[in-house]
């Protein structure tokens, strides 16, 4: 019998973004790719993302968290995600610690303090963004990477350019458009993600900086595909609207499902080494136990 059969998920979505919680602290368990497909496939789990939670690595954090996307690829950062686990951590009857209001989490990526607002909003501190171009990263030494050379489209009329790449702990390419909704996201999304420019793929946004403190957002994400909305996505946009003196250094980015208030704070005076923090909603879907019939699928 597969060690998750019967296991207990929490449903959730952060703005829209499809994520499942499973708990598998006090285990030794690591889910494979297709155990994370297998979940998927579940049409009461089927997530954007999987958060699973392990038992804490460093010191004084609460719990190590593994990220899956729904193709069964692993990702540094997931910040709808985190602020999903958050919420479980804190609220969920089962799973919760209601005298918490504040914790630590870490992934493969850094350390993710959050903190909470209310009963349902989060703040995550999601680090540092990474810029250079062995960090996003990229196969080419681009010296700037808040503007290099990618194009899709005819070479002479190219219908996307020059996009910002942020790492967020998962790397993303920002392309700054007028209107996110006016191209086929379907079509060009995936030509991106899989361009051999990101060794490691990348998470594709289109952003619209509407005033100073606001920026319509629309992503491809990496592994995903279109999502209602993408935490790590919001922070790349705003760190990528920042470095091209497009914004001020807090905005509201308002994507499909819904907006996120993202600041990028200085540090030492220093403009590029501020963490980055993302405040928005988790919700609360179902519960549910994973199906042993579908597990027994994965390897
Ligand atoms: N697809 C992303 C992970 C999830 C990011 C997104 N759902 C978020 O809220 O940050 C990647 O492979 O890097």
Redesign the pocket.
């Known amino acids: 019998m597969n060690a998750l059969a019967h296991r207990r998920f929490l449903k959730m979505n952060?703005l829209g973004?499809q994520?499942t919680v499973l708990d598998l602290r006090g285990t030794k368990h690591l889910v494979s790719a297709q155990e994370a497909r297998a979940i998927a496939a579940e049409p009461r789990a089927r997530f954007?993302?999987l958060m699973v939670l392990h038992d804490p690595q460093a010191a004084g954090t609460d719990a190590f968290v593994r990220?899956y996307?729904v193709d069964g690829?692993?990702?540094?950062?997931?910040?709808?995600?985190?602020r999903c686990v958050a919420w479980a951590m804190m609220a969920d009857p089962e799973m919760g610690d209601p005298a918490k209001t504040a914790l630590t989490l870490q992934t493969k990526a850094g350390l993710l303090p959050v903190k909470r607002e209310s009963e349902t909003v989060f703040t995550v501190d999601m680090g540092a963004p990474r810029l250079a171009w062995d960090e996003i990263p990229l196969t080419e030494p681009f010296a700037d990477t808040s503007r290099f050379e990618l194009q899709i489209g005819p070479i002479d009329a190219p219908i996307l350019h020059s996009p910002c790449a942020v790492n967020?702990?998962?790397?993303?390419a920002v392309f700054f458009v007028e209107d996110p909704y006016a191209y086929n996201l379907e079509q060009i999304g995936p030509l991106l993600e899989n361009h051999p420019i990101f060794p490691d793929?990348?998470?594709i946004e289109l952003a619209a900086v509407t005033a100073p403190d606001h920026i319509v957002l629309r992503?491809w994400?990496?592994?995903?595909g279109i999502?209602q909305?993408?935490?790590?996505?919001?922070?790349a946009a705003l760190v990528a609207a920042v470095r091209r003196e497009l914004s001020a250094r807090k905005a509201v980015v308002s994507l499909p499902g819904g907006d996120l208030t993202i600041e990028w704070r200085e540090s030492d005076g220093r403009k590029d080494a501020g963490h980055v923090l993302m405040t928005g909603a988790a919700a609360f879907e179902w519960d549910g136990r994973l199906d042993p019939a579908l597990l027994a699928s994965a390897a």
């Open positions: 952060g973004n994520i954007d993302q990220i996307n690829t692993e990702a540094g950062a997931c910040g709808n995600g985190t967020m702990g998962n790397p993303h793929r990348a998470n992503v994400e990496r592994g995903a999502t909305a993408c935490g790590s996505g919001a922070c």
